[in-house]
């Protein structure tokens, strides 16, 4: 068999396909964004016409994943951790109505932080729908749980979470791929009544969801993705859940490891091999990427049982991702921890690329504010969040996807006028419409600055699912066509965007200034693929 | 021999664990790509954690490879045991020292990038460099333009960490072979160059 060197979300994306999946729904966040890339940029997918185009949002991308199902084929939406806040009414639900065609969530937390706002765990949101959750140890792990997880959802009946964390997502192993199934036939489901969560049927479904899970317990505890692993020294067992099994294993190369262990990589969490573990150790080490969720149920509210070490008892940290020092220390070990970072090294945070046009965007607002306290400008997520940082410091938040407007709206509200909202054309589209419908309803004194770069630029340059739509969503949502404004951000054109922020700033209605320039990168790779 | 010793050596024999630094945009993945395809090409297994996302727009980047005749656990590698900094940028080879073993090489361009108002001075960054007990400090990017491009000082920077990876000479430059193939034989010819100078320049400085 041939082996490929394939990134954790690329493994995903070749487990879907060949697992005979006929759509992937999703929107760009790291570090989930390249498994729908992959997909889209492989000869199969073009070859079955597999869906691969970008969503709105996660929401949209989730439901429409669920409406394949309904129709008897094998879907997944891939998003990021906080991505499933958005679709999380649809995820919760789909639990209670099942499936018909298999559907895998997949859903890669951000530990640490490195491109997100929070590290919140997936996992609680599936222990929260009671549905089987996947958690690969390896990218050959994450391959075959893409792969077999639609078969796992249609024996099942619900949908599949399969949860990775960014060093999974970001690291290259080899990978040895399978059989490519065939997809799945149209069919409907045998319940015709099985989608419609009016309460008597909900009700019903939410039953049969609860005696499932007796039937997931019994597949977690035969699956082949948890073990236990036999081991001489008892006076400590461990449990180590997805990756940090990996971390765990570089302190012991070729089964070395002195003590018991039960690897975890399917929940719900396996209870027979857990308690043997218990009954046979006399403290348990609980290894867990993100927060201490196995670690919190097995010690339990009086801890009163087996001791058990973790993330709660400051045997490891509390907050931020794993690696193999941190597990190390956390079994006493010795190392030599190399040598200290020298004063002279500077931090290099990101920053706006150079001649990118949201910097020429912040430049003429600073200049329009100068007039006004500081503190008006609401923000969002995408490049421009990076306008927080020297030398713009021209914003106040960044929250969540959309909340530039309606924090806008809501300190407007409050009397804070003019308030402002920052937010780019991809990030309007994902979560801004509603509340500007909101603005516009209540006629709120707020500028709503749409900086247009054409393009999903911090996950890489997508395509933005408003291109070319903006202005035309903005009068359809009824905002005063007069107070619309668009405007190239470019240098030469300064005066006159410091003119249309100060005159929209003062206006008392919502208005909407529109910089529109292509992201620098975008237009810098497609003149090179033109090449 | 004591264990730790044992340990070391058994590790030198069977592992190459490498740090790649640089600033996002300078393309350190490129030494990556061609260093696997060298890797594979020799049998060998591979793991190799990349930063993606936030970073890459002109912050610090790095990439942890792993090279080994044995199966790889972690993909990140543990503090103290690098087997090589290899950083296409000086500042930011120091950056991650702690990764370093007390057998490790520093293998860096000397070429400041300065996209930060507080770039320190130069001189104060190589002289950290050089108190190190093993570094390569090189001038890649005059080297490549000797060669005939600046985009070829990541090759030299590949060629100059090269006598310090246990893998065949020949089978990295197959695997320069491998990416640039759809460029040319210039091209393909012109980073073979880089290679070959960056790798002479270690030799003769190691």
Not at chain 1, 42 to 51: D, F, G, Q, S
Not at chain 1, 226 to 242: H, K, M, P, Q
Not at chain 1, 433 to 446: F, H, M, P
Not at chain 2, 133 to 150: L, N, Q, Y
């Amino acid at each position: 068999m041939q082996k490929h060197l394939f990134l954790g979300v690329e493994a995903i994306g070749q487990g879907a396909i060949d697992g005979g999946m006929s759509g992937v729904y999703a929107y760009p966040g790291t570090p989930s964004t390249e498994i729908t890339e992959f997909i889209q940029d492989h000869p199969l997918a073009e070859e079955r016409n597999i869906h691969r185009k970008w969503s709105a949002n996660e929401k949209t991308a989730f439901e429409t994943a669920l409406g394949m199902s309904y129709a008897g084929k094998r879907a997944m939406s891939c998003m990021k951790h906080v991505g499933l806040n958005v679709a999380a009414d649809a995820f919760v639900n789909a639990a209670m109505t099942g499936v018909n065609g298999g559907l895998i969530l997949t859903v890669a937390d951000d530990p640490s932080m490195h491109s997100s706002q929070n590290e919140q765990d997936s996992r609680f949101y599936g222990k929260f729908a009671m549905v089987p959750i996947l958690e690969p140890s390896s990218q050959q792990e994450a391959y075959d749980m893409a792969r077999e997880g639609f078969a796992l959802s249609e024996l099942t009946k619900v949908p599949v979470m399969l949860r990775i964390t960014t060093r999974m997502a970001h690291s290259r192993a080899g990978v040895v791929c399978s059989e490519v199934l065939d997809e799945n036939k149209l069919s409907m489901p045998a319940d015709p009544r099985q989608f419609i969560l009016l309460p008597a049927i909900a009700r019903r479904k939410y039953k049969e969801l609860l005696q499932s899970q007796d039937l997931f317990l019994k597949l977690s505890e035969e699956s082949k993705y948890n073990r236990y692993e036999e081991g001489e020294d008892t006076s400590l067992g461990i449990v180590a859940c997805g990756i940090a099994y990996n971390y765990l294993m570089e302190h012991y190369p070729n089964g070395t490891c002195p003590f018991p262990v039960v690897k975890i990589s399917q929940y719900p969490l396996p209870e027979k091999l857990i308690k043997r573990l218990n009954h046979e150790c006399d403290e348990l080490l609980i290894l867990e990427e993100g927060a201490p969720m196995v670690e919190e149920s097995l010690k339990g509210f009086f801890a009163n049982g087996t001791p058990v070490k973790g993330r709660l008892d400051g045997t490891l940290p509390r907050d931020g991702e794993l690696n193999p020092d941190l597990i190390a220390k956390a079994l006493g070990k010795e190392f030599f921890k190399g040598y200290e970072i020298p004063e002279v090294v500077a931090n290099r945070p990101p920053a706006l690329c150079q001649g990118c046009g949201h910097q020429d965007a912040y430049v003429a607002m600073n200049e329009a504010l100068a007039d006004y306290t500081k503190g008006r400008v609401f923000s969002d997520i995408g490049c421009y969040t990076l306008g927080a940082l020297p030398p713009y410091e021209t914003i106040y938040s960044c929250v969540d996807m959309g909340a530039s407007i309606t924090m806008a709206k809501g300190a407007a509200d409050a009397g804070l006028i003019p308030a402002v909202a920052m937010i780019g054309d991809s990030t309007f589209a994902h979560s801004g419409i509603t509340g500007l419908l909101d603005a516009v309803n209540e006629k709120s004194s707020i500028t709503i600055v749409i900086s247009d770069n054409e393009s999903v630029s911090m996950t890489g340059g997508q395509d933005s699912s408003a291109l070319g739509k903006i202005e035309s969503i903005c009068i359809g949502v009824g905002v005063d066509p007069a107070h619309i404004h668009t405007i190239v951000p470019l240098r030469k054109n300064h005066e006159e965007m410091v003119r249309l922020f100060r005159e929209e700033f003062a206006y008392e209605g919502v208005s909407v200034i529109i910089p529109r320039r292509e992201c620098i990168q975008r237009a810098s790779s497609r003149k090179r693929n033109q090449k | 021999m004591t264990k730790l010793n044992l340990e070391l050596l058994i590790k030198l024999n069977m592992k190459s664990d490498i740090i790649l630094a640089g600033v996002g945009g300078q393309g350190i993945l490129s030494i990556a790509t061609a260093l696997g395809e060298a890797a594979l090409a020799d049998g060998l297994l591979i793991k190799q954690a990349e930063t993606h996302g936030m970073s890459q727009r002109g912050g610090a980047v790095y990439s942890h490879m792993r090279i080994s005749d044995q199966p790889i656990s972690s993909d990140l590698i543990p503090g103290g045991s690098a087997d090589l900094i290899l950083s296409v940028e000086p500042m930011e080879s120091l950056r991650y020292l702690p990764y370093l073993s007390e057998t490790g090489y520093l293998v860096t361009n000397i070429t400041p990038f300065v996209n930060i108002p507080n770039y320190p001075d130069i001189e104060l960054v190589l002289a950290e460099i050089r108190k190190l007990p093993r570094f390569i400090a090189i001038d890649a990017d005059s080297i490549a333009k000797e060669v005939g491009s600046s985009r070829a000082s990541n090759m030299v920077m590949l060629g100059a960490a090269s006598p310090f990876i246990d893998i065949e000479f020949s089978k990295i430059e197959n695997g320069i072979r491998t990416i640039f193939e759809r460029k040319g034989e210039a091209v393909v010819n012109m980073n073979l160059e880089a290679l070959r100078r960056g790798r002479a320049f270690a030799e003769e400085n190691r």
